[in-house]
């Protein structure tokens, strides 16, 4: 099992940075890939950025050149830093572990909700 728990959400206002921080915990030597998801209340869970094993990292295009994703192995940490917000990214952040075998399993923490506004 993995178990991950967010922080770093907050109120900011539009061109404001966040760094969001996810820790986790448990199963983490197993091979897997750490991502960040967002959703909006009355929308579908969004992939905003995923960093797989070996390092690749991928956003969706909405978030390119604004958004980073890293992972601090010595600190079993994964971070999203957000730079330039705008009102539309305004939403509850998750992170998210997940492993490969025969099954593809999915871990999630609490979310962190980062509010967009002036």
């Known amino acids: 099992q993995v178990q991950l728990v967010e922080s770093g959400g907050g109120l900011v206002q539009p061109g404001g940075s966040l760094t969001l921080s996810c820790a986790a915990s448990?199963?983490?030597?197993?091979?897997?890939?750490m991502a960040w998801y967002r959703q909006a209340p009355g929308k579908q869970r969004e992939l905003v950025a995923v960093?797989?094993?070996?390092?690749?990292?991928n956003y969706v295009d909405s978030v390119k050149g604004r958004f980073t994703i890293s992972r601090d192995n010595a600190k079993n940490t994964v971070h999203l830093q957000l730079n330039s917000l705008k009102p539309e990214d305004t939403a509850v952040y998750y992170c998210?572990?997940?492993?490969?075998?025969?099954?593809?399993?999915?871990?999630w923490g609490q979310g962190t909700q980062v509010t967009v506004s002036s």
């Open positions: 998210n572990a997940r492993k490969f075998g025969y099954v593809t399993r999915d871990y």
């Open positions: 960093i797989n094993s070996g390092g690749t990292t």
């Open positions: 448990g199963s983490i030597f197993s091979i897997n890939a």
